[in-house]
């Protein structure tokens, strides 16, 4: 990567941005042999194997993926995701304990009010303890990403927002999804680097009304144009940014018909192997997202310092699994 000096002013010139190179490397055989044995293992250990094998996963996928000739790594281990998952499973048991005592008790509706006032109580709670542990336990050249994000705040900016969007009958939706992923997208640091997010709830409404209803008029075939569009809105609406206002900005060249391509593949891979090809179709979905993604600035990542601490309680990280909510 070359880096441009800032010159003089006698000699003053526009300064060019710099090109970053991001791609993934992972192959469908090697992944579908981590895979296989994560299964197995899983399956002789009655599930206890289970973090063990997500962290192997992890540990693999970060190894592939490439940043300007450097791999990432994930440092994250099965011991600190098995006290997470107990932890985990713990929260759980307690909150369908005192529904089905509640049930016993002949109250059912006091019952679903506390189960589902629980489930919408973790949910922060996972997403907060997902990203703290995750970008953790990731690193690029030695140097840590982290999260700064506070749990309180988090937890008043979900339940506002929540509340918004059920007296608009849904409609705020667009308006409470941009607000949380920039508030967390905000709070994500890469060294001495910050995230910064610029997605706003009135585009992303329209975006979803116009894929909504040309979804609809097309009988299905606009899905793929739709999740295209989504996909290069959360990345182009993403930078990383220096405390000397230099950037990085992120622009993805993917089109409806380029994800048409990859799901229609995808999903005949899935067919007829009988699921048996799923890491090849992770493995190509990686590359192409990565293949169709840009980046450009002038942040010299030289210059790169450490400053986030490590976080090892992996308990929000399994309750965002057992919520199926994924990490952004």
């Known amino acids: 990567m070359d880096i441009i000096a800032t010159p003089t002013a006698e000699t003053a010139v526009p300064q060019t941005p710099s090109r970053y190179d991001f791609s993934f490397h992972g192959q469908g055989g090697e992944y579908f042999g981590v895979i296989i044995v994560n299964w197995l293992l899983s ?19 970060y190894a592939a993926t490439e940043f300007n000739a450097s791999r990432f790594s994930f440092h994250g281990t099965g011991k600190e995701m098995f006290k997470g998952f107990i932890k985990a499973i713990f929260i759980f ?17 006091a019952g679903i009010i506390i ?3 629980g489930l919408l109580a973790i949910i922060p709670l ?7 542990y995750r970008l953790s336990r990731t690193s690029w050249r030695g140097i840590r990403f982290g999260y700064r994000g506070d749990r309180t705040e988090l937890y008043k900016l979900f339940f506002k927002n929540i509340f918004l969007t059920i007296i608009t009958l849904g409609i705020y939706g667009a308006w409470m ?44 075939i606009y899905m793929f144009w739709w999740q295209a569009s989504l996909l290069k809105y959360y990345i182009d609406n993403l930078s990383i940014n220096d405390e000397n206002g230099n950037k990085i900005t992120m622009k993805s060249m993917v089109t409806g018909g380029d994800f048409f391509g990859l799901i229609i593949v995808n999903l005949l891979i899935i067919v007829f192997t009988f699921g048996l090809g799923y890491a090849w ?12 993604c840009e980046l450009s600035g002038n942040i010299d990542l030289l210059d790169l310092v450490q400053s986030e601490q ?7 990280e399994d309750l965002s699994d057992i919520l199926d909510l994924g990490i952004v």
């Open 43 to 61: 399956i002789i250990t009655l599930g206890l194997y289970y973090p063990w094998a997500k962290a192997r996963q992890l540990q693999y996928l």
């Open 93 to 109: 048991a307690v909150l369908f304990g005192l529904f089905f005592t509640l049930v016993l008790m002949q109250k059912p509706i």
């Open 115 to 117: 189960l589902y006032a």
């Open 126 to 132: 996972a997403i907060h303890g997902s990203y703290k």
């Open 177 to 220: 999804a941009m607000n949380l992923r920039k508030y967390l997208m905000n709070n994500v640091r890469f060294g001495n680097l910050k995230f910064n997010y610029n997605g706003d709830g009135g585009d992303f409404f329209v975006l979803n009304l116009k894929g909504y209803f040309l979804t609809i008029f097309t009988i299905g």
């Open 281 to 292: 179709v992770v493995t190509r979905t990686l590359k192409f997202i990565f293949a169709k």
């Open 310 to 316: 490590s976080y090892v309680d992996a308990t929000g």
